[in-house]
Every structure is written in C-alpha cells, then in structure tokens.
C-alpha cells in the first residue's frame, strides 16, 4: 500500500511505518553519540507513555545512552487490513527492531496504562525481566482516562479558568491567524482535567511499584511538566491543564517521600520545552508560539527536539553524579532556554505583529508543519514516499 498522510484538524489518522523507523534511529544515533557515563546510568527502566514525544526520547536515552533494558507502556493502534497502525505503533516496533539489533533488551505492553489490567501486565512483565528498575518515567499525555476506582471516564480540556480567554491563534489546516475566544472552564472540566493530567495515576503506579518490590535501591522517579510564557499563560499554566500540571507537581513531593523510604531513590518533575507533539498540537495558540519560539531559538543556535532535551536531562541533571540542580519548587528546570528573558522579550517583540500574510516570514511555521509531518513518519529524506509498503510487516 502507499501511505499518504490524512490530516484531520491536529490529527493525521495515517502514519508511515519507514518514515518512524528513520525518525527513531535518527534519535538512537544521536544518544549513541552522547552516552553517560560509564555506570553512573540506569540499567532497568520502566517508561509510561512510551511511543511518542518525551516518552520516546526517554526510553530512546535509556536504551541508547546508557544500555537500559526498558519496559514500555503505551496505548496506540496496530495497522488493521488497509488502515495504517498508529505512528507510536510503529515507533514502538521500530525501536524494538534497532535495541534488538545492538542486543538491547525490550519489553512492550500496548495497554491503557489507567487500568488495572495494565498495571497488572506490567507488574507480570517486570518480574519476568528479573524485577527491580532503577528509573520510572512518567510521561502519559492522554485526552481521557477512565478510573477503575469508579469506573467513570474523565474528560481533559484546555480551558481558561476564571474568565474568557481571547488572543490570536494559528489555524495550522488552514493557514491563517484567527482570534480565539474561549470560555472559561467549570468546575468540572477543571477537576476533570485533573484526574487525567494531575498526578493521581502516577502516584498510584508508583505505590504499586513499592508494594510489588520493583524499584531498586536508589531509584529515581520523573515525571514531565510546562509552564511556558505569558501569551499562552491564561490557557495554559492558570488554565485547566495547567491546574492539572500543580497537582502533578505538588504529587511529586509525596512520591519523593515514598521513594526516599521505600528505596532511598528520589522523584522529580522536570519542567521541559514546548516542543511539536501529538499532544502539544492539540492546545490552542501553543502552536503558533512555537513556530516562533523555533524561529528565536534556531537564530540564538540553542534549538533542541525532545532527544536533546531528554539527552541534557539525563547527561546533566539526573546522571550528572552531583547534587540535582532544582528550582524553589524542587523541579528541574530543562525549560531553562525557552524562558531565557531574551528569548521572550523577542517573541513578546514580534506576538502583535503576526498575521496570516507574514507567518511565514516572521515565524518557522514551514519547519512547525515540517515537524508536525514528521510525527507520523511523513517527510523524512531517505524515505521514497511512493514506493508500495507492507503495513503489517514494514520492516
Ligand atoms: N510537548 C510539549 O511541548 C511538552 C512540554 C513540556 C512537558 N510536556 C509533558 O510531557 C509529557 C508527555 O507529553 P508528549 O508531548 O511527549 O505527549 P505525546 O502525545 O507525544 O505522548 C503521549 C504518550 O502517552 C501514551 N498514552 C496516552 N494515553 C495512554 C494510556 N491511556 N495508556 C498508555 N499510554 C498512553 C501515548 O501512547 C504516548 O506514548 C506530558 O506530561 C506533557 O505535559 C510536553
């Protein structure tokens, strides 16, 4: 079959196999490049959200930098007679085949990782690999979660809280800067948004991992985390998802104590880089922000994806062998160069100027779409996009 991409909205229902794969040893070939240290890594790593985004990286750095067996958590779509598997799918296979192949190894659990029955799987799987892991990431980014405690399904939403969130927007289908007007969350969406995003499910895996003795000695515990800047600040940081990324935050301080007498390990949230995702495409203004924020830090030279972040994070935050630099909030800050007042001051300097004629000079919105593409393994060099590929066995 030939795969083009199908753009609906923030989404592209199809994905190409070859293109993941390219991505993925794109990434794998970078962390070899930048390994840690020798025996300062982790060696047995559980990761949560496992497939795309910061999650990928994660357990691409694990693998690939330090040599980590990894179990990985994910919920995506295998390839159904003409539909195409999702790209976390074949990101999930791609990295499999490219661990196995430098005798890496690898454990998938495609699940929902709020149910028990994942939890369980997972617990199954653990013991299998010979138990205790010496790093949990956290790293789920879902638009629901149903609660087994209660059954019931909870819905995100990316609100204001308070009062009507009015700014300009980039409708990335059609091209065009718009005004957008939000209204404000209720009480509901906002304990809602919690449930999903906030820190429940996390703390719960993590009381499970203790109670099953999987964590090592001295295991370290992260989790990921935005604030951003003030154009975005109303619909992101003191909105809905926002309020869900305090609780996040301040569950961290619990789970730190848990870890601390659990295993004398530790637990931290990092505070990391908007970025082109599955999940940040979805949030109003976030991308035209970021076709600008990329434009600001491509000039400055001081751009990085989510394998550099991840790479820096553990190269120089949690591997580093010396005490965790954190901020007042204990999180580590790998958003550091976003939020560098020269960076902002410019984006500030440019946000009233920005209109449909002028996106693309004024921002790297070509490079946002670019990227966008790139999720689902469109776009990439090497990859001759016409040839015929087999789609339950691309590889
Ligand atoms: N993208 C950004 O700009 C950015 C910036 C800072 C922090 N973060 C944070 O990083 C974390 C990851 O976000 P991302 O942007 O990499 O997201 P993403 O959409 O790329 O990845 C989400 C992952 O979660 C998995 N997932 C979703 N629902 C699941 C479920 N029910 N069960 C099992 N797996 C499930 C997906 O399969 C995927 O592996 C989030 O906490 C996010 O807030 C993102």
Redesign the pocket.
């Known amino acids: 079959m030939i795969i083009k991409p199908k753009i609906k909205g923030f989404f592209c229902i199809t994905a190409h196999p070859h293109g993941c794969l390219e991505n993925v040893r794109d990434q794998v070939e970078f962390s070899l490049k930048h390994k840690l240290g020798l025996g300062v890594g982790p060696k047995r790593v559980l990761v949560l959200?496992?497939?795309?985004?910061?999650?990928l990286s994660s357990r691409i750095t694990a693998a690939f930098s330090a040599g980590a067996e990894t179990l990985g958590?994910?919920?995506?779509r295998p390839p159904v007679n003409e539909r195409t598997g999702s790209a976390?799918f074949y990101n999930s296979l791609a990295f499999s085949k490219l661990a196995e192949e430098k005798g890496i190894n690898t454990v998938e659990v495609n699940g929902?990782?709020?149910s028990v029955e994942c939890k369980r799987q997972v617990v199954e799987e653990a013991k299998k690999m010979g138990g205790q892991f010496d790093l949990i990431v956290y790293?789920?980014?879902?638009p629901r979660r149903t609660d087994p405690s209660d059954g019931k399904t909870y819905k995100a939403c990316l609100k204001p809280i308070g009062s009507v969130y009015k700014n300009k927007t980039l409708d990335t289908d059609r091209e065009v800067v718009k005004e957008i007007l939000i209204e404000p969350a209720s009480e509901e969406e906002i304990s809602s948004t919690q449930k999903v995003m906030g820190g429940e499910d996390w703390l719960i895996w993590t009381e499970l991992l203790i109670k099953e003795d999987l964590l090592a000695h001295g295991c370290m515990n992260l989790?990921?985390?935005?604030i951003g800047p003030e154009v975005t600040r109303p619909i992101y940081r003191n909105g809905t998802i926002g309020k869900a990324k305090e609780h996040l935050e301040s569950t961290s301080q619990i789970i730190r104590k848990m870890m601390l007498e659990s295993c004398s390990g530790n637990a931290f949230v990092s505070v990391?880089?908007?970025?082109v995702?599955?999940?940040?495409s979805a949030i109003p203004v976030v991308p035209l922000y970021v076709s600008i924020l990329y434009k600001i830090m491509r000039e400055m030279n001081v751009h990085e994806g989510c394998i550099e972040q991840i790479s820096r994070l553990f190269r120089e935050k949690v591997f580093a062998g010396e005490v965790i630099p954190v901020d007042h909030f204990n999180r580590i800050r790998l958003d550091d160069l976003e939020m560098n007042p020269d960076i902002q001051n410019k984006i500030m300097d440019l946000w009233p100027k920005i209109n449909s004629e002028n996106l693309r000079v004024l921002t790297n919105f070509d490079e946002y779409q670019k990227e966008f593409l790139k999720l689902f393994g469109f776009g990439h060099e090497k990859i001759d996009y016409s040839k015929e590929v087999n789609l339950q066995n691309p590889f």
């Open positions: 959200g496992a497939s795309t985004g910061y999650g958590v994910y919920l995506e976390g929902d990782a709020f790293s789920l980014a879902s989790s990921y985390s935005y990391n880089k908007a970025l995702t599955q999940a940040s």
